[in-house]
C-alpha cells in the first residue's frame, strides 16, 4: 500500500506545473533568489555559474574565415579569432 500512496504523490506533483503568472503572484521580492527564478532558464544559469566562478567573455574561434563584401575572394580564412572581453578590435583595408 505504501508504494501505491507514494506512486499517487509522484503523480500529483508531477501534474502540478507552477505557470508563470503563479510564480509571479507568490515572489517575494524582498529575496533576491526569488526574482531571479522569474528569469529564463539561460539567465538562471549565468546567475549561477557568476556566484561560482569568473566567466570568461572572450571569443574564441578556431577556423575563422571571411570574405570580401562581394564573396568573390576571402579577407581571412581558417585563421583564429580571438576577441577579448572590453577591447576594441579593428578590420581595415581595401576591401572592408
Same mark, same amino acid.
Do not use: H
Given at each position: 500500500?505504501?508504494?501505491?500512496? !507514494? !506512486? $499517487?504523490?509522484?503523480?500529483?506533483? *508531477?501534474? /502540478?506545473?507552477?505557470?508563470?503568472d503563479?510564480?509571479? =503572484?507568490? %515572489?517575494?521580492?524582498?529575496? /533576491?533568489d526569488?526574482? #531571479?527564478?522569474?528569469?529564463?532558464?539561460? #539567465?538562471q544559469?549565468?546567475? /549561477?555559474?557568476a556566484?561560482?566562478?569568473?566567466?570568461?567573455?572572450n571569443?574564441? #574561434?578556431?577556423y575563422?574565415?571571411? /570574405?570580401?563584401?562581394?564573396?568573390?575572394?576571402? *579577407?581571412?580564412?581558417?585563421?583564429?579569432l #580571438? *576577441? $577579448? =572581453?572590453?577591447?576594441?578590435? %579593428? *578590420?581595415?583595408? $581595401?576591401?572592408?
Amino acid at each position: 500500500m505504501a508504494g501505491v500512496a !507514494q !506512486q $499517487e504523490a509522484q503523480t500529483t506533483l *508531477l501534474d /502540478k506545473t507552477v505557470s508563470w503568472d503563479e510564480k509571479f =503572484a507568490s %515572489c517575494n521580492w524582498a529575496s /533576491k533568489d526569488d526574482i #531571479i527564478g522569474l528569469f529564463p532558464d539561460y #539567465i538562471q544559469e549565468q546567475q /549561477k555559474n557568476a556566484r561560482n566562478k569568473k566567466l570568461n567573455n572572450n571569443v574564441n #574561434i578556431e577556423y575563422f574565415s571571411m /570574405k570580401t563584401p562581394y564573396g568573390d575572394r576571402f *579577407l581571412l580564412k581558417d585563421t583564429k579569432l #580571438i *576577441l $577579448e =572581453a572590453k577591447k576594441r578590435q %579593428c *578590420l581595415f583595408g $581595401e576591401n572592408c
